[in-house]
């Protein structure tokens, strides 16, 4: 990514800084050697153009093949905190190349800023992983449901309670790789249910570690 003096903007640890692009005293996370600075708010615009432009060259039909995908970028991986914001796009994008009507270019744009309105650490404070509210994000825009529509209102709560309760059944603390990956899987399972679009999901098996890892009593831990 690059500064407006066209300098490369590297990540920084967040420190209070005047943003060089919209004038805030605030945390910034990106500089350059020339002295700019770019907070994380002005930052969120390069990273929503940059998950479109994978997702719509993308002709994989897998939405964790995608989320992969997605996470290698170097300019998304940094902000992967924000699950809640890719998860959505990745199954948009396989619903798309499994068959689904859908215009992904509107619908890539409606999921994300759906999805930026989903609070860090939702799991922890509220009791809502990002995880699922953004497979209902996604199950929302495809079912063109609203709070006051009948038709599939009930299907897009299903989705999440069902996320969430498998979230629950399996325990903390927090894994985003964990949440994504259930998120998927019953996101795949309500599109074939309901849409009788058929996505594909192989295998998902983690190979990450943290300090938080809860090992063999994740359904993904890797055995080797």
């Known amino acids: 990514m690059r500064c407006e003096c066209d300098e490369e903007l590297k990540r920084i640890e967040s420190t209070m800084h005047d943003c060089t692009v919209c004038g805030k ?9 020339n002295g700019h600075s770019m ?17 719509e060259a993308s002709e994989s039909k897998d939405p964790r093949s995608i989320l992969d995908s997605l996470l290698s970028d170097d300019l998304i991986f940094e902000r992967a905190l ?41 799991c922890g404070h509220a009791g809502n992983c990002g995880s699922a509210t953004s497979a209902g994000i996604f199950f929302s825009v495809i079912a063109d449901t609203h709070p006051l529509k009948e038709e599939n209102w009930g299907e897009v709560h299903r989705l999440t309670g069902k996320c969430l309760m498998d979230l629950g059944s399996i325990g903390g ?16 399972d309500a599109v074939k249910d309901v849409m009788g679009i058929e996505m594909e999901l ?12 809860i090992g063999d009593r994740c359904p993904f831990h890797s055995k080797s």
């Open 39 to 55: 907070c994380a708010e002005c930052v969120e615009p390069h990273i929503r153009a940059r998950v479109k432009e994978i997702c």
């Open 25 to 33: 005293y605030t945390n910034v996370v990106y500089a350059c050697t």
């Open 173 to 188: 603390p927090r894994c985003c790789n964990r949440g994504a990956n259930i998120a998927m899987r019953n996101a795949v």
């Open 82 to 122: 924000r699950y809640h914001l890719i998860i959505g796009p990745a199954l948009v994008t396989a619903y798309r190349n499994s068959g689904g009507d859908v215009d992904l270019d509107k619908a890539l744009d409606e999921i994300m800023r759906r999805g930026s309105m989903i609070p860090a650490k939702a």
């Open 202 to 213: 192989n295998d998902a098996e983690c190979h990450f570690k943290n300090d938080a890892c």
